[in-house]
């Protein structure tokens, strides 16, 4: 099932765009970040985070059903699959600077 899901997500387009300023949406059983959808989408956001000194950072996704975040292409943190809410983090080695995130 894995290795379909990853062929699906990897092909599908997300069911909602826009730009916001900061990944942290509340817990919700109604719409989503503004969008018109409460369950059963597809949401990507990429963009780019500054860190200030060089060092190991721990990044978190809480979310209910899959995530997953990518820094400069590589997976940082799996939280894939179906379930309720769950927070998953991991940590990275990044030099100061800018850095995307996806």
């Known amino acids: 099932m894995s290795d379909l899901r990853d062929t699906v997500f990897k092909a599908a387009k997300p069911d909602f765009q826009g730009q916001v300023?900061?990944?942290?949406?509340?817990p919700t059983d109604k719409a989503f970040a503004g969008s018109p959808f409460s369950s059963e989408f597809l949401a990507q956001f990429s963009g780019n985070v500054f860190v200030p000194i060089t060092g190991t950072w721990t990044f978190f996704l809480s979310s209910d059903d899959g995530s997953r975040l990518y820094v400069d292409g590589s997976q940082v943190v799996d939280n894939d699959g179906f379930h309720g809410?769950?927070?998953?983090?991991?940590?990275?080695?990044?030099?100061r600077g800018m850095h995307s995130i996806d």
Do not use: D, I, T, W
């Open 85 to 95: 809410m769950k927070e998953v983090s991991g940590s990275v080695v990044l030099s």
């Open 21 to 26: 300023s900061n990944l942290k949406f509340p």
